[in-house]
């Protein structure tokens, strides 16, 4: 009989291999894009696009809540130099008694929700996204913990399983419903799975209802700045879909979730890969050899950096092509949404980074400052746009944003002695090759077909 392999032997073998997860952040994340991906086709042949419509409404409202009372918990955990257990407690106190509020303003107030988008029908979805803010209150803050830890590897596991779980519950909701409420649904049990999951798989310090005096003054101190650069968020990204749900049907915002989410896989990564990888190890060199920093801010995320901006110059340049491919006919038009969309994730490769990286070396207010030059960017190109053009030219100058502000983020780099002009130019290179390359593809695609080389579809 051959002897049963110990599993914790078996982990500390491959544990070498994985180095610090981003290797295996990166991989899961391929494979949730690409999981997502066919979850998406399928959907999209259950569902009729209101029903995404429906599901961003919902979403944009949740968002809001959230957003106008974000105090920066995931940031100033991860930087502070202890993060004690009466640290974690009070910070876990102070979110669970913003989270009922704001649970209980969305659950009475869902009709006066609905009605500013101008469907009432959606009132009732927003109740029941109210739990989800509930239950976030309720979930511990062991993410948070072992996200500080740098425990990528299990964290990024736990967050594909729940992926996979809450993907096979829509898609079987929907099946069954053929509305709305199937992701809804599955908005509900994947906040149930995090819930249980906080408590089991990755164990923080133990909950306490705390308020300590000392530790409540310090995290004001470091949220007196998140609170109005989060307010200032709000505008940056909601007033597409405002626009899009007050001047244009249901399906039309429908077709323009379906092109955010393709976009958003993109942003995932990149935000996933900041937060968890970069940040987490910036934010320790920082603290422990702040002269490395500089070698350190570019040499550790540029393997990364570079084949995102390839795949999302890419995405830009056969954006139609993608869609067309893809999808069925209900979903046409969605290819302009996802180019332009794609502008956002490829200026963030740069953006985030620097951004975190001013955080990490103290500059905490560089958030809000950059946001108030994003909504002035928003209230002084916006308006022309509208009033020139149209709604539709809003949506474009709200996914040029972060491109206008790299200039911002490059110079505060400089000044700290972190920018390299080079590396900057490489990774918007490797982009315009990936842009070529997609753009090529989808005129060679067009071109077969006016020629009757392949059928049109």
Request: hydrophobic letters at 55%; one cysteine or more.
């Amino acid at each position: 009989m051959s002897a049963v392999p110990d599993p914790i032997r078996l982990v500390s073998r491959v544990r070498p291999y994985l180095g610090d997860g981003s290797s295996l952040l990166i991989i899961l994340q391929a494979a949730t894009s690409i999981l997502r991906l066919g979850s998406n086709l399928i959907l999209t042949r259950l569902l009729v696009p209101e029903a995404f419509g429906v599901v961003a409404i919902v979403v944009s409202i949740w968002y809001v809540l959230v957003m106008l009372s974000d105090l920066g918990l995931r940031a100033y955990v991860t930087r502070h130099p202890t993060a004690s257990d009466e640290l974690v407690q009070t910070v876990w106190t102070i979110r669970f008694i913003r989270n009922i509020f704001l649970a209980t303003i969305m659950f009475v107030g869902a009709d006066f929700f609905a009605n500013i988008y101008s469907a009432p029908e959606v009132s009732p979805a927003i109740r029941m996204a109210s739990a989800f803010i509930l239950i976030e209150g309720l979930t511990s803050l062991g993410f948070l913990t072992n996200e500080r830890a740098r425990r990528v590897i299990r964290l990024t596991l736990i967050d594909f399983v729940k992926f996979l779980f809450a993907t096979t519950v829509t898609i079987i909701a929907a099946y069954f419903l053929r509305n709305f409420w199937a992701i809804i649904i599955s908005m509900f049990v994947s906040s149930v799975f995090t819930l249980v999951v906080s408590y089991t798989l990755v164990k923080g310090p133990p909950i306490r209802f705390r308020l300590d005096r000392e530790h409540v003054l310090d995290l004001w101190r470091f949220c007196r700045f998140v609170i109005p650069a989060s307010m200032i968020s709000i505008v940056l990204t909601q007033t597409d879909k405002f626009f899009l749900a007050k001047f244009f049907p249901l399906a039309e915002l429908g077709k323009y979730m379906l092109a955010s989410a393709l976009a958003m896989t993109i942003l995932t990564v990149i935000g996933e890969y900041v937060m968890r990888v970069f940040y987490p190890r910036f934010a320790q060199v920082v603290r422990e050899a702040p002269e490395k920093a500089a070698d350190v801010f570019y040499a550790s995320r540029r393997q990364v950096t570079l084949l995102l901006a390839f795949g999302a110059g890419g995405v830009i340049g056969g954006a139609e092509l993608i869609i067309r491919i893809l999808f069925n006919d209900n979903y046409l038009g969605a290819g302009f949404y996802l180019a332009i969309l794609c502008l956002q994730p490829l200026a963030r490769l740069s953006s985030v980074p620097a951004e975190q990286a001013l955080v990490a070396m103290g500059f905490i207010r560089i958030t809000l400052v950059a946001n108030i030059l994003r909504l002035a960017w928003v209230l002084g190109a916006a308006p022309i746009a509208y009033f020139q053009i149209g709604p539709l030219a809003v949506i474009v100058v709200m996914s040029l944003t972060e491109v206008v502000l790299l200039p911002f983020f490059w110079w505060h780099l400089h000044r700290r002695g972190l920018l390299k002009v080079s590396e900057e130019l490489f990774i918007f290179g490797v982009a315009a090759v990936g842009y070529l390359i997609g753009f090529g593809g989808n005129w060679a695609v067009h071109a077969a077909i006016n020629a009757g080389l392949i059928p049109a579809f």
